[in-house]
C-alpha cells in the first residue's frame, strides 16, 4: 500500500508560481512512477506530468511543457511539481497518483492522493 498526501496548494496571480509536494508512504516509493493530475471545475480529470522511478523520464501535458517540471527526491519519498507562469485556466485540484511500471497518461494509476486546491487568479 502506498499513501499520498498533497500540499503547497493556494490561490496565485497569474504569472506567479508554486510548488506542490507529495509526500509518500511505503517502501516501495522508489520503485514507483509518479504523476500529478487535475480536475477543474466541471471537466474531466487531466494528465499533467510524469516521472519515471529511476527519475531518468519525465513526459508533460503539452499545455504545461515548458513552465512546469516535476522532480523527485526518493530520499525524502517525495514528488514535486514546479508550476511557473501559471494562468487562470491551471485553476483546478491537483492530484498525485503513483503505479509501479512505466509511464502512462491515463487514469489507470493504482493509489491516488487527495488533492490539493491551486487557484490563479488573472
Known amino acids: 500500500q502506498v499513501q499520498l498526501v498533497e500540499s503547497g496548494g493556494g490561490l496565485v496571480q497569474a504569472g506567479g508560481s508554486l510548488r506542490l509536494s507529495c509526500a509518500a508512504s511505503?517502501?516501495?516509493?522508489?520503485?514507483?512512477?509518479m504523476a500529478w493530475f487535475r480536475q477543474a471545475p466541471g471537466k474531466e480529470r487531466e494528465f499533467v506530468a510524469a516521472i519515471s522511478w529511476s527519475g531518468g523520464n519525465t513526459y508533460y501535458a503539452d499545455n504545461v511543457k515548458g513552465r512546469f517540471t516535476i522532480s523527485r527526491d526518493d530520499a525524502k519519498n517525495t514528488v514535486y511539481l514546479q508550476m511557473n507562469s501559471l494562468k487562470p485556466e491551471d485553476t483546478a485540484v491537483y492530484y498525485c497518483?503513483?503505479?509501479?511500471?512505466?509511464?502512462?497518461?491515463?487514469?489507470?494509476?493504482?493509489?491516488w492522493g487527495q488533492g490539493t486546491q491551486v487557484t490563479v487568479s488573472s
Open positions: 511505503g517502501r516501495t516509493f522508489s520503485t514507483y512512477v
Open positions: 497518483a503513483a503505479k509501479p511500471g512505466v509511464i502512462i497518461t491515463t487514469y489507470r494509476y493504482d493509489y
